[in-house]
């Protein structure tokens, strides 16, 4: 099943669709229970516009400041709650609460990782995910492997990262859903050569976590493009267990009602060429209007 379109929205929300309307309903290890399907393909082409979605209010700085800390090789969410980012707590905050026989709400658990190093030190680790094993796999660094590769054997089938580690799984607070991804450079009509991603993703929650890996690979496409020297391609996505959980069903029908505003346009500032050091000021979005925030809880 493929769900291509030129708007990102359309993609998104036909696929959206047919797991409401043909979807499995399933129990699961949150007990939370879900509509599921297995092995459909988004494809979004980076050329038409950044896919960032419309029909509801998407946080694009927190998108960016998860796949810089990706791309960092740390595993620790205090980085990221210093920049305001809180969409990793959940899971060391349930782990502290079951440990330690304490009842810290996630803010009191938040604020202690932020005022306290050693506690952040014990506590606020994940464990081998996806930085660690981008940047460390077994002593591989796969993101300077891959850049290299592009560089210099452009044409290679085997410019693949992988964050499935099977050795690692238990000591991570949650295995990775978006498990590899592999590049793949198109010479255009003998133009600048244009860069295609497919990522492929075990398990997707496909009202919150799947908006937020859409805009991570697209901009993990063009920030790699851009230091190459390439222009963005397509960016495929191919699931395996794609779902909705039951209790989002109500936000579902919500977005799925909406109309979607024009994608907006991404651009990175041309003085940074070094993959390490572009930061979120070094991308600037335009033209994004969306619909608002919907809110749904997470399954933990």
Same mark, same amino acid.
């Given at each position: ?16 669709? #047919?797991?409401?309307?043909?979807? #499995? +309903? ?14 459909? %393909?988004?494809?979004?082409? =980076? ?13 694009? @700085?927190?998108?960016? #400041?998860?796949?810089? *800390? ?7 969410? @205090? ?11 959940? /899971? ?6 079951? !440990? ?13 990782? =932020? ?7 014990? /506590? ?8 660690? %094993? /981008?940047?460390?796999? @077994?002593?591989?660094? &796969?993101?300077? *492997?891959?850049?290299? %590769?592009? !560089?210099? $054997? ?6 693949? +990262? ?31 050569? %244009? ?6 993703? !075990? ?20 920030? +790699? ?5 390439? !222009? ?14 039951? $209790?989002?069903?109500? &936000? +579902? ?17 041309? $003085?940074?060429?070094?993959?390490? #050091? ?6 600037? =979005?335009?033209?994004? $209007? ?11």
């Amino acid at each position: 099943m493929w769900f291509s379109y030129d708007h990102a929205d359309e993609s998104y929300l036909s696929l959206m669709n #047919e797991i409401l309307s043909n979807g #499995e +309903v399933r129990s699961d290890r949150t007990g939370v229970g879900t509509k599921s399907l297995f092995g459909p %393909q988004l494809a979004f082409d =980076l050329s038409k516009g950044f896919p960032l979605l419309t029909t509801k209010k998407m946080p694009f @700085r927190i998108i960016a #400041e998860e796949l810089f *800390w990706f791309l960092s090789g740390k595993t620790n969410i @205090r980085p990221l709650l210093e920049k305001g980012v809180k969409i990793w707590s959940d /899971w060391p905050h349930k782990k502290y609460n079951e !440990r330690s026989g304490e009842n810290l709400t996630l803010e009191e658990f938040e604020e202690r990782i =932020l005022k306290d190093e050693s506690f952040a030190y014990c /506590w606020g680790d994940l464990g081998p995910v996806y930085g660690r %094993q /981008w940047r460390n796999f @077994r002593g591989v660094d &796969q993101i300077k *492997w891959a850049m290299e %590769q592009l !560089r210099n $054997n452009p044409t290679s089938r085997r410019i693949v +990262v992988s964050a499935w580690n099977p050795p690692d799984i238990e000591f991570m607070a949650l295995p990775p859903c978006h498990t590899l991804f592999q590049f793949y450079v198109r010479d255009a009509d003998g133009q600048t050569p %244009q860069l295609d991603c497919k990522m492929y993703q !075990r398990s997707a929650d496909y009202f919150l976590g799947v908006p937020f890996n859409i805009a991570s690979y697209a901009l993990l496409t063009h920030i +790699v493009a851009h230091c190459l020297g390439f !222009r963005p391609g397509r960016l495929i996505i191919s699931f395996g267990d794609v779902h909705i959980y039951l $209790n989002h069903l109500n &936000q +579902v029908k919500e977005q799925m009602a909406r109309k979607p505003y024009p994608m907006p346009s991404l651009t990175i500032d041309p $003085n940074v060429k070094d993959l390490f #050091e572009i930061k979120y000021e070094h991308l600037t =979005l335009s033209g994004y $209007n969306s619909h608002p925030t919907i809110k749904a809880p997470i399954a933990v």
